[in-house]
């Protein structure tokens, strides 16, 4: 049995390579059953499970622990573990590290919803958030979008989104901090997000047309990264459409103050994929909502396997 931890995994996973390898993946036939949830404590801490297989290829299940409570423990309040499978016999394959396979999968898979979705000539990318994603996403954006040229990246905490632009800038980047979350936002052609927020901080009004907005944050129902009044205005689609129209927050809130129905989500990535680009008229706002599924993993899991 192999074990592959999180830095072999992120040299077995580059972005370019595994953007194309969610683009080919997402067009076969995946398994992927609803994501189980168990409280093992009984204080609202969570204990993920999510299964995915192809017939007569690979299975997976990533085991993901939340515990919010953990950061007055000052530990992470995340962590997480990818076990992989022969789907024929059940012969156990490898243990991968799910924090490093999760963050490049989710970055990975906005970057892929940004190159269907985003204008063609887009320059200016904001990233929002400081986290854990924040880096990833905007590397994997430059992976997808060779036009970018300009990233800047927001956060309540501005040390913070200075250290990931000067980390970015080290890479060879052209990053800087932003001061103004309005100001960045009216800026940038491509928004993404990756935040904790559970009340907007996107306002409608900040948004012009043309841009694209990856909200890869907010992934429960009760949590908003962006006005839900904006969706009406934009073209949008999912990572997963049921998985979104479920507990995509801003969709959800949307939907529930009647400003959509179901059927504004237009799709999600295998759709997008299965049937070409979606129209980008240079004037419209497109969204790409994502809350993750478990075909993701199975599919980044490949990749590495695959190479190592």
Do not use: C
């Not at 049995?1 to 992120?10: E, K």
């Not at 990233?127 to 430059?142: D, F, Q, Y």
Request: glycine share 10%; no cysteine; proline share 6%.
């Amino acid at each position: 049995m192999r074990v592959i931890d999180a830095a072999a995994l992120a040299a077995l996973t580059p972005y370019p390579a595994l953007i194309e390898a969610l683009a080919k993946g997402l067009q076969k036939p995946v398994a992927s059953p609803p994501r189980g949830h168990l409280d093992p404590t009984g204080r609202g801490d969570a204990l993920l499970l999510m299964p995915a297989w192809r017939e007569g290829g690979l299975m997976g299940v990533k085991l993901v622990t939340a515990y919010p409570g953990n950061s007055a423990r000052g530990i992470p309040a995340i962590a997480a573990s990818y076990t992989a499978f022969e789907q024929a016999t059940g012969e156990v394959l490898a243990v991968l590290d799910g924090t490093e396979l999760t963050a490049r999968r989710t970055a990975a898979a906005a970057a892929l919803g940004a190159r269907l979705l985003a204008r063609i000539d887009a320059r200016r990318l904001l990233v929002i958030g400081t986290g854990a994603l924040s880096a990833p996403l905007a590397r994997a954006h430059v992976a997808a979008l060779p036009g970018l040229r300009e990233i800047t990246v927001w956060g309540r905490n501005q040390a913070k989104a200075a250290d990931v632009a000067a980390a970015l800038t080290a890479e060879g980047m052209a990053a800087s901090p932003a001061f103004s979350l309005e100001e960045a936002v009216r800026a940038a052609e491509v928004i993404v997000a990756a935040t904790t927020a559970t009340e907007p901080m996107i306002r409608e009004a900040w948004v012009r047309e043309g841009t694209h907005l990856g909200l890869v944050g907010a992934f429960t129902a009760t949590m908003a990264e962006a006005e839900p009044a904006l969706l009406p205005r934009a073209l949008v689609y999912a990572d997963d459409r049921e998985a979104v129209l479920a507990k995509g927050g801003e969709v959800v809130q949307a939907i529930a103050a009647g400003l959509i129905g179901p059927d504004a989500v237009l799709g999600d990535l295998a759709l997008l994929l299965r049937g070409g680009d979606a129209p980008r008229p240079a004037a419209a706002i497109t969204v790409f909502k994502s809350v993750g599924f478990a075909a993701l993993d199975l599919i980044a899991a490949e990749l590495a396997l695959g190479r190592a």
